[in-house]
């Protein structure tokens, strides 16, 4: 299994455009999450899904958009994106509730 | 007052030593306690995982849960270089809000050989 995969790694943005992150997990997990991580400060929640067609804003979700067509993927919409959104972004995928939840490596934003 | 409070250290050790990283928390909600560890430029990986009150050890890893203090830590003995990483910790409630991790800060630990 190769877990949970992000693509890409990283990407420079100029201000006002807008990307997809990618996320994929092979272990047939139901949930699903996106985390933002700023230097310095733990992991904020940004949107979760609890399985194909159903999604809900995290902590964070402002400037962001999702949706779950499948299982495997998960992908994470910026529009208009801005310098606060510089941050690293990992995905993570679980079980179900309670279970442990696996991340992905990450992909490094830069918004200039 | 945050919902979890971690100290963002850095901690330095020398190799061998005793760690012990710690975490207090608000919302007496929080049911599932966990301890990842995050290596530079990498995505965190769950080391510890608890359920309500008490102790787990796992190899030279120790978790504690004190819910009447609102109090967890996870202990390292016999310190490696290998373990210099990002400590954090994350809860969540039972029920609905189980999916929805609150992290800590992260502890930035060295080990010095």
Redesign the interface.
């Given at each position: 299994n190769a877990g949970?995969t992000q693509t890409p790694k990283f990407r420079i943005l100029k201000i006002g455009q807008s990307m997809t992150l990618q996320c994929a997990q092979d272990m047939n997990h139901e949930?699903m999450?996106w985390?933002r991580q700023d230097p310095?400060?733990?992991?904020?929640?940004i949107y979760?899904s609890?399985g194909a067609g159903i999604t809900d804003k995290?902590e964070v979700p402002n400037g962001y958009n999702v949706s779950r067509s499948t299982t495997e993927d998960f992908p994470l919409r910026l529009e208009l994106a801005a310098p606060s959104q510089t941050s690293v972004y990992?995905c993570a995928s679980?079980r179900g509730?309670?279970e442990?939840?696996?991340?992905?490596?990450?992909t490094r934003l830069l918004v200039l | 007052q945050k919902e979890?409070e971690?100290d963002?250290g850095p901690l330095s050790v020398p190799e061998g030593a005793i760690v012990s990283l710690n975490c207090t928390y608000s919302n007496s909600a929080f049911?599932?306690f966990?301890w990842?560890r995050q290596y530079s430029?990498?995505?965190?990986?769950?080391l510890m995982?608890t359920?309500s009150s008490g102790n787990k050890e796992d190899g030279r890893f120790t978790a504690q849960v004190d819910k009447s203090s609102k109090y967890i830590s996870l202990f390292i003995r016999d310190s490696q270089p290998s373990d210099s990483a990002t400590y954090?910790c994350?809860m969540?409630p039972?029920g609905a809000g189980?999916?929805?991790?609150t992290?800590?800060?992260?502890t930035k630990l060295s080990v010095i050989p």
């Open positions: 949970v949930y999450s985390y310095g400060m733990g992991l904020k929640l979760y609890v995290g990992f679980s509730r309670g442990t939840q696996y991340f992905g490596p990450g | 979890v971690q963002p049911q599932y966990m990842y430029r990498k995505g965190p990986e769950l995982y359920y954090l994350a969540s039972w189980s999916y929805q991790l992290f800590g800060k992260g």
